[in-house]
């Protein structure tokens, strides 16, 4: 089965279980339960969509879910794929291409990142205005897909300006801080040393994550706009003389779920 036929067969068997929307959005860790506050929703299990990868990180449930948020059709990503799991590039970001035949414009991609800015703070929300890849991976390698998008797609506006500016505006009416800053991957599964912590931030990173950025440069290939947070549910390694482990990872993302959830509405309900 050739890359096309494959993207095909799975958006004909998601749209029959759950049909299409416009809007998406994608659940980092901590943040999976988010697709309960979507009303007359449909699932269907990642295990149920012909060609689809399975996920298997703690915190990331595994299905697709379709309903209504805040007067607008939405689909939601419960559970990512990711690269270190073994994950082909192509199997990462098969479910953004499934979305973009789906009809989806626009697509929100949320993760739980380290933050590498020592102005943040864990628990604080930020809006990636930019990316830096230093995974050493594009998804874009191979054969281009033609009927999504060109073969050397520009970048420069990977998240979208205007989608940026409705974020602002809705934290401002809610009362909640929202951090900005680029987002640096890195392939995992380690997390990073204060060493290289060190050297994403003379580079410019204000937040270090293992996932986001495929996905980010296949929806722009795409011509899906992209708004991006990210919940800084940790400091990077070196900042704090702590360790890092992946269940304080998860109990921050629940902790903020809150404040992430009612962005997420609000802006949604702007779109």
């Known amino acids: 089965m050739d890359s096309m036929q494959r993207i095909r067969t799975a958006a004909e068997t998601v749209e029959k279980a759950i049909g299409k929307a416009e809007i998406a959005v994608i659940l980092g860790s ?9 009303t007359d929703a449909k699932e269907i299990s990642y295990a149920d969509i012909p060609g689809f990868p ?3 990180v703690q915190g990331h449930a595994g299905k697709l879910i379709a309903g209504t948020l805040n007067g607008k059709r939405v689909m939601m990503m419960s559970g990512r794929f990711h690269s270190y799991e073994g994950h082909s590039m192509e199997d990462v970001t098969l ?3 499934v979305m973009a035949l789906l009809g989806v414009k626009k697509l929100i991609v949320t993760n739980a990142a380290g933050g590498v800015n020592t102005a943040f703070s864990a628990g604080c ?4 205005t930019d990316f830096i890849n230093l995974a050493g991976k594009n998804p874009l390698v191979g054969e281009n897909l033609s009927f999504f998008g060109p073969r050397f797609p520009d970048m420069s506006r990977a998240y979208t300006p205007e989608l940026q500016s409705l974020a602002r505006e809705s934290a401002k009416n809610l009362g909640i801080r929202l951090e900005e800053g680029v987002y640096c991957w890195m392939s995992g599964p380690c997390y990073e040393t204060p060493a290289e912590i060190r050297m994403v931030r003379i580079l410019g ?5 293992m996932s986001t950025v495929p996905e980010t440069i296949v929806a722009a290939h795409s011509g899906i706009q992209v708004l991006g947070v990210s919940c800084i549910t940790n400091m990077a390694a070196g900042v704090l003389d702590q360790p890092i482990n992946h ?7 629940r902790r903020v779920r809150n404040d992430f959830a009612a962005l997420l509405t609000d802006v949604i309900g702007k779109m």
């Open 30 to 38: 901590g943040l999976g339960d988010f697709g309960n506050d979507l």
């Open 54 to 56: 399975l996920s298997t």
């Open 95 to 97: 479910p953004i291409r």
């Open 125 to 128: 929300l930020m809006m990636i």
């Open 205 to 209: 990173a204000d937040a270090v994550g």
């Open 247 to 253: 269940e304080e990872v998860m109990e921050m993302g």
